[in-house]
């Protein structure tokens, strides 16, 4: 059997977290197994499907790296198809007509609330006679749904789950002006598609239970199910916008890379073992049910952060410049000169070991892009302040005569400083990577150095070492 999966969001807003979660478990599945991953939009609302939406769906599932097989499919374009099993189910006697209006419906529950019994719909059309039809409703379709023994879902992650048929009522398959309703839409949509497992979140359980007993009616092959409990915060709370419930597009401009939303959400609720980083090459190896939990998962920005760090760690020089490139010019308000694109090359290497996201690549690397004097952040005007101009003056003499302008060069330099003057090499490196850069978090002294270069180097250590009494 050939694997199909799918993911079918409602294009109601835009593709949040858990949503991704369930596309990426769906896509690996399908990927691991040799299958199709299909991508299928169910925008049978049209009051609340709108074209942003749909759009923001596909471009966050381009940017995830979720590629899909076929043509997105969109549920509205099939209404007819859908309609038309609704009248072969009324045609083999496994679905009726109801003629009750809304009025009748509250009132039938009222009276069964009022009775301490089951809201549900109590069938009333079930077996009565179409001739007894008021002529001024327009009735809807139900499914006559079995009214003994047992829905069993053979559920990959749940196990076998059991609901009893007399707490499942007759559903409605279509409205009184014929419209689909999302049950038999789902159901006609997924047998059509071919779709062989079905992977969600668990508040779909119950609807598993009502689409088997459709599936079963028609007489269609039924996907395998696979129930995963969903995504809490990181307090054990549901989760919600305060804890990360946001749209893809929100965590790709506070700079977080696909790999790594991949990952984390990989790891909010399966497993392989300790692995931690895993890449999506060993993501398809590994991906099977059998690493799928029961227990609900909680989304970390805390593990989030260390992740992303660590894929912006692995990350190739030039793809994370082009990354940092419009955060930085947009922060200092100016196109980025050709001196400045030859800094960033050159800082990137650096950067990048001390980054967890691409504004603090930004902020981390405006110190190469700054115009002298520069404006001091407040840790580093401490640094600057009291003796440290005359000690700056003195370090200069040694960086001026310092003929090999690196690393290793400028290391033994500024030590050989430190011994002479029988200080703490601290005492040094404070004020001076604060006179190179303003600021307190940068990469290291002598990389910075290194990255200036001598002129610029020495040009900004005297901005500060002039300032002397």
Known sequence: MTVITRFAPSPTGFLHIGGARTALFNWLYARHHGG?????????????????????????????????????????????RHAEVARQLLADGNAYYCYCTPEELAEMREKAKAEGRSLMYDGRWRDRDPSEAPASVDPVVRLKAPQQGETIIEDQVQGNVKFKNDQLDDMVLLRGDGTPTYMLSVVVDDHDMGISHIMRGDDHLNNAARQAQLYKAMGWDMPVFGHI????????????????????????????????????????????????????????????????????????????????????????????????????????????????????????????????????????????????????????????????????????????????????????CVRQFATDREIKFGMVAQPLRAALTGRAKTPGIFDVLTILGKEESLARVADISTKQA
């Open 229 to 412: 409990p969903l995504i809490h915060g990181a307090d054990g709370a549901k989760l919600s916008k305060r804890h990360g419930a946001l749209g893809i597009e929100a965590y790709k401009d506070m700079g977080y890379l696909p790999e790594a939303i991949r990952n984390h959400l990989l790891r909010l609720g399966w497993g392989h073992g300790d692995d931690e980083f895993i890449s999506t090459e060993q993501a398809i190896e590994w991906f099977d049910v059998d690493g799928l939990g029961k227990s609900p998962s909680r989304f970390d920005f805390k593990k989030l952060d260390n992740i992303n760090g660590y894929y912006i760690r692995q990350s190739d020089d030039q793809t994370l410049i082009n990354l940092t490139l419009p955060g930085l010019s947009e922060t200092i308000g100016r196109d980025l000169g050709e001196v400045d694109i030859e800094r960033l090359t050159a800082a990137m290497p650096a950067l990048k070991e001390r980054g967890k996201s691409i504004p603090e690549l930004v902020e981390n690397a405006i110190f190469l892009t700054d115009t002298r004097p520069l404006e001091m952040d407040e840790k580093s005007a401490s640094a600057v302040a009291g003796d440290a101009p005359k000690l700056l003056a003195e370090i200069s003499v040694y960086l001026k005569s310092t003929e090999v302008w690196d690393h290793d060069a400028l290391d033994a």
């Open 36 to 80: 199709q991953f299909r991508l299928r939009i169910e925008d049978t609302d049209r009051a609340r499907s709108t074209p942003e939406a749909m759009e923001a769906i596909v471009d966050g599932m381009q940017w995830l790296g979720l590629d899909w097989d076929g043509e997105v499919v969109y549920q509205s374009q099939q209404a007819d």
